[in-house]
């Protein structure tokens, strides 16, 4: 029984309400605050999924079946949740924590590639948290996009859905949220990672057909990676007339406005416009197989401390 150690799962964050999207943009913005227009696309993008985003509530939910996943394989060990931008802030996860008495934080971004741009932050944010508090040893996991059942599930994801489709002649194009160019420069792991999670999962899937786009680019006027989605379709509609694509978004792992937006609509509306049948593979959220593979995750850090 490991009642000592805390287990805290970290996702991005998103406003709860229409009055929330302001702030929520002015903290992503590092407290530079957004202008009318900023606010008013986010918050029409919000309106278009339904009103609110269900990041918060999948990961509660992730949270709670990994919990009693580790319980029933013998592991007393609480799960928590803190987002990177919005409440739950890590910070106050973090507080609670340490109110608990837990002597050891397992920190765990619900995003399999690491960045030091994406991930790092989450890593500072945690660091910055806990502090000079010496009483608590902090073990961050950086990245997973290696592990065999985090590829199995996606891998179930599209057998699932190319059983489920009407469509012919499909391409699987995998994506994840693009970042800025200046990565590169850095040698960051990120590019490489994400290719290496697409092949692993295209030689589970046995796909022959597949690529690769970025989605979800900021609008800060440096060049980002691509190629983008749309010219990635914009690509595929150009070579055939009858093309049909499924969408792997394999930097992902619940439904948030990346996925609910940026994919099911904008995508999807771009690839109507081209004659492109588009579909979408069901996000992992709270697959069985994703859970086992974050328990295993986690189990393997625990027992390595």
């Not at 302001?22 to 903290?27: F, G, K, R």
């Not at 022959?208 to 006027?221: E, M, P, V």
């Not at 980002?224 to 978004?249: N, Q, R």
Request: proline share 4%; net charge neutral.
């Amino acid at each position: 029984m490991h009642v000592d150690s805390a287990i805290l799962l970290m996702a991005y964050g998103t406003p709860r309400s229409e009055q929330e999207i302001e702030p929520y943009l002015t903290d992503i913005r590092r407290g530079r605050k957004p202008n009318a227009t900023e606010i008013q696309d986010l918050k029409e993008r919000y309106r278009k999924i339904g009103g609110s985003s269900p990041l918060l509530e999948i990961t509660y939910c992730q949270a709670s079946q990994l919990e009693n996943k580790l319980f029933s394989e013998g592991l007393k060990t609480k799960v928590y949740v803190g987002m990177k931008h919005w409440h739950p802030l890590i910070s106050e996860t973090v507080q609670e924590i340490l109110n608990a008495g837990h002597q050891r934080i397992i920190g765990l971004v619900l995003a399999p590639h690491y960045s030091k741009m994406s991930i790092g932050g989450y890593k500072k944010a945690l660091d910055a948290a806990v502090g000079s508090t010496h009483n608590v040893s902090v073990d961050f996991i950086e990245s997973w996009y290696d592990h065999p059942l985090f590829h199995k599930a996606v891998a179930e994801r599209i057998d699932q859905a190319l059983k489920k489709s009407k469509m012919s002649k499909i391409h699987v194009l995998f994506t994840a949220h693009s970042l800025p160019e200046r990565i590169l420069k850095e040698n960051d792991p990120y590019p490489e990672e994400l290719l290496a999670s697409c092949r692993y999962v295209a030689k589970s899937a046995r796909l022959s057909n597949w690529s690769f786009a970025y989605q979800s680019a900021g609008q800060t006027g440096e060049k980002w990676l691509g190629p983008d989605i749309i010219e990635a379709l914009e690509g595929l509609s150009s070579k055939s007339k009858d093309i049909s694509v499924l969408v792997v978004p394999i930097g992902f792992v619940s439904d948030h406005l990346e996925i609910l937006y940026d994919v099911d609509i904008e995508a999807k509306l771009f690839a109507e416009m081209h004659g492109i049948k588009l579909e979408r593979i069901e996000s992992l959220n709270t697959q069985s197989t994703f859970i086992a593979a974050l328990t295993d995750i986690v189990k393997k850090r625990i027992s390595e401390g």
